[in-house]
């Protein structure tokens, strides 16, 4: 008897509210106080019509079907969803503000709310289209549910916003970024897309943004409320939305998009296929996207230290009486899923022994099914003569103002960011001349799991006279999960140059331009047996250092 109570009250067909409005309304629209909201259902399609008590003629219908409701306090919320323009039939998006008279009232329209969408919406329903409504999501379908759950709760956390915060390299250029553009948001509207503790909302509200909207999905939505609401001056033209950006509708387009949606390689946790969605559901036509464009960055590097600190994890596994155990049936597995995790670190870019090549993505342009997979070919000439470990990678990001364009770079050598730098270390280095052409290829598909596997090629073709007529004669291949990495993140250690070594010149980041290209798949060289991989290996480092002992 009590539930059936409850779920009348749930479903509870009117409530009088002490007024509505419809948001970003002119001053002249009039405003419905007191008002009725009223939920109906005709031929199984939900409706909620808010309507002024005296005045049957003043009202506001929302359709069930597209509607979201979020709560802005104790005693206010939105009501979002899509409406129609009956002199042109145009779909566009409609918000409505409520002020209730308390909080108790507030509460149960919310439940009734849920209700009453779930019978009509989410049941599946037939919509007036004939079309089925679904539950899922777009993000729902690409990304599996422990991931998202796993994500979600990460940046849901303020240990980890604060450590993005305390990232002065990444939080200082966006400031500046904002604000050396005041022009780009003065007056006008701005979506914060994954808002995180809601900081680049206020950026934006300082740099005179007439009203912003703060979306992001994770439970630090809450504490984004909580700052927003301690800096009243800013706050009054923010509003916090909890939900995706693939499922919440917004009042009105946007004239501009912030977000930081970079991850490790730029590309790691899938974000910025959300900033592009968010880009196509919510910005204006030439709206200004920031950050404008990302750039990947990839050159060859030799690192002796790194690859003999990564091939000695494996060395456990060549144990042959473990507790009387043989270890060493599981010791070519171990070796090689060590070098299946690429490295995040901070290195001198002196390791590296070509100049750069750049990948770019243009935010504006570039379409989400895109950024599935990157196929890019590589090719570099060696600067110097000395054995290629895999290859360096790092990005940056380009805010395209008005007036003043401003660079986030992860360089090596920059200052370093939470970001850091990634390198693909392969299993087996080639050996390369000063002068050299290195050529492969960089290969990355998006998986489930928020990340991207990699595949790496790197091959060293003919080099001198007859190279014209040679073809490849060294080649090593590895596949990596951009998911797992290995978080090495030391500092740039002192480049120590030995008796037998020259010393590299400082390579500078430079864009070449690589012409598309498809290389011949070849047969990969047989990897050496454990034993003599490792043996030939810590020889090479003690002849490169002078005593095995006292390095390792």
Not at 354 to 361: C, F, L, R
Not at 533 to 547: E, H, I, Q
């Amino acid at each position: 008897m009590e539930g059936s109570k409850g779920e009348e009250a749930q479903k509870q067909k009117e409530f009088v509210l002490a007024s509505v409005s419809e948001l970003a309304s002119s001053s002249s629209s009039s405003s419905l106080t007191p008002a009725v909201a009223r939920f109906s259902a005709e031929d199984g399609v939900g409706e909620l019509r808010f309507q002024q008590e005296a005045e049957s003629d003043a009202r506001v219908n929302v359709d069930l079907q597209t509607a979201q409701l979020f709560k802005l306090g104790p005693v206010q919320s939105v009501c979002i969803s899509e409406g129609s323009d009956t002199g042109t039939e145009k779909l566009f998006s409609r918000g409505v503000t409520i002020h209730f008279k308390n909080e108790e009232e507030s509460g149960a329209f919310h439940n009734a709310f849920e209700q009453w969408k779930k019978d009509f919406i989410v049941q599946g329903k037939k919509l007036p289209n004939g079309e089925i409504s679904s539950s899922k999501s777009k993000f729902d379908d690409k990304i599996e549910p422990s991931s998202a759950k796993m994500y979600f709760h990460y940046y849901g956390q303020l240990l980890h916003q604060q450590n993005m915060l305390q990232d002065y390299v990444r939080t200082g250029t966006y400031y500046a970024a904002v604000i050396e553009n005041r022009v780009d948001f003065t007056g006008r509207v701005v979506v914060d897309v994954g808002a995180g503790s809601g900081i680049l909302s206020l950026f934006a509200a300082q740099a005179g943004a007439k009203h912003v909207y703060a979306v992001e999905a994770s439970e630090m939505a809450e504490y984004a409320r909580k700052l927003i609401a301690g800096n009243p001056s800013l706050g009054q033209r923010i509003t916090v939305i909890k939900g995706k950006v693939e499922e919440v509708e917004l009042p009105e387009k946007a004239d501009i998009l912030i977000s930081e949606p970079m991850g490790t390689l730029l590309i790691n946790e899938r974000m910025l296929e959300t900033y592009v969605i968010a880009r196509d559901r919510f910005l204006q036509p030439n709206g200004k996207m920031f950050p404008t464009l990302g750039r990947i960055h990839m050159a060859p590097f030799s690192d002796e230290y790194l690859f003999v600190e990564i091939a000695n994890k494996a060395l456990f596994w060549q144990q042959q009486n473990y507790y009387g155990v043989d270890l060493q049936p599981l010791y070519a597995s171990a070796f090689q899923g060590y070098f299946s995790q690429p490295v995040v670190d901070a290195f001198d870019p002196r390791l590296l022994v070509a100049p750069s090549m750049s990948h770019v993505i243009d935010f504006t342009k570039i379409n989400e099914e895109d950024l599935y997979e990157f196929d890019i070919p590589l090719r570099f000439v060696a600067a110097v003569g000395t054995r290629v470990h895999g290859l360096a990678c790092w990005f940056d990001v380009l805010f395209d103002g008005s007036t003043v364009q401003r660079w986030l770079t992860t360089a090596p050598g920059a200052p370093t960011t939470h970001w850091y730098q990634l390198r693909c270390v392969l299993s087996q280095p080639i050996y390369v001349m000063a002068g050299q052409e290195i050529t492969g290829r960089l290969h990355m598909i998006a998986h489930n799991a928020q990340s991207y596997t990699i595949y790496l090629t790197l091959a060293a073709k003919m080099w001198g006279p007859g190279a014209e007529q040679g073809g490849i004669i060294q080649e090593s291949s590895c596949k990596l999960d951009l998911k797992e990495p290995y978080y090495r993140m030391s500092q740039p250690q002192a480049y120590t140059i030995t008796q037998d070594q020259q010393p590299h010149q400082q390579i500078q980041a430079q864009d070449i331009p690589i012409h598309s290209q498809d290389f011949e798949d070849s047969e990969f060289i047989p990897q050496p047996s454990p034993s003599s991989g490792v043996k030939m290996t810590l020889a090479d480092f003690a002849r490169s250092t002078g005593s095995l002992k006292d390095t390792l």
